[in-house]
């Protein structure tokens, strides 16, 4: 039988997985490397746990806002975007699209005015029996009497 002489582990790899569970990897080879049938190196691996993807999601790691887009669309239906300039593209794999990517409405030059409105916010807690939910004026001076504020009872 022939005896190998192990060379020193190597350090731990870092985890291969940007968020939630993954592996990291060590490795240990013969000295002078040398391989004699039976005299091989050897890998190791131990599991890894990152912080969780939805708490990557809401850290800083997404990276700016880019500048907002040119209005484009009709009169009708114009909008402008913008997004974050995400320093590591794997999040996008793991974040709800809205934390990436936004779209609010615009008025275009040239068109007649109009009112404008933005999208629905995010209900409130529940305060009073009432969640309340609020929207804005975007553009526009021909608002008449706009629901600005909308409320449903608590369930």
């Known amino acids: 039988m022939i005896q190998c002489d192990m060379g020193e582990w190597t350090p731990w790899s870092q985890c291969d997985a940007p968020c939630g569970q993954g592996i990291m990897r ?68 793991f974040c709800d699209l809205h934390l990436l990517y936004m779209e ?12 404008v409105m933005s999208e629905w916010g995010e209900w409130s807690d529940c305060e009073n029996n009432m969640r309340i939910r609020h929207r804005e004026i975007v553009s526009g001076s021909k608002c008449a009497s706009p629901e600005l504020v909308d409320s449903i009872p608590c369930s």
């Open 104 to 115: 609010v409405p615009c008025k275009k030059r040239g068109c007649k005015d109009r009112c």
């Open 26 to 93: 060590r490795t240990r080879s013969p000295l002078g490397g040398i391989q004699y049938p039976g005299c091989r190196a050897f890998t190791e691996t131990m599991p890894c746990c990152k912080q969780s993807c939805q708490e990557l999601c809401a850290s800083s790691l997404l990276g700016d806002w880019s500048r907002w887009g040119k209005c484009e669309g009709t009169c009708q239906h114009a909008t402008r975007r913008r997004v974050r300039n995400n320093l590591f593209p794997a999040v996008q794999l």
